[in-house]
């Protein structure tokens, strides 16, 4: 066992837990968003390395593939999730109930 490769194990892990701070505390989503893309991505080589550390490669190199695919599509999904929920709250949604319905309905009316 390198004892670079355990620093890097180490390194490593401390990364994952600021972009889990991050994730936590981030003041947007999309600030978010990104930390869990970092964390993902952070994981996947976590794996790898924990892999060689630990003499168990082809085992490691099986779960890291599968944790990357899913961190591949995770924040696609999710940012298409909040970009679409973003839509569903902008002015204009045809909601009677929405302060700004009598200037949409006005509006409207003009392009007509």
Do not use: K
Not at 10 to 16: E, G
Not at 24 to 36: I, K
Not at 53 to 81: M, N, Q, S, T
């Amino acid at each position: 066992m390198s004892p670079f490769l355990v620093a890097c194990v180490v390194v490593l892990s401390f990364t994952i837990a600021a972009a889990l701070y991050r994730v936590w505390a981030g003041p947007t989503v999309f600030d978010r968003l990104v930390s869990v893309a970092l964390v993902s991505v952070n994981g996947v080589v976590l794996l790898v390395l924990l892999g060689v550390v630990l003499e168990r490669p082809e085992l490691f190199f099986d779960i890291a593939l599968g944790f990357a695919l899913l961190a591949f599509l995770l924040p696609i999904a999710l940012g298409r999730y909040f970009e679409r929920g973003s839509e569903d709250r902008a002015v204009g949604t045809g909601d009677p109930e929405h302060p700004d319905h009598d200037h949409d309905q006005q509006h409207e009316e003009d392009l007509a």
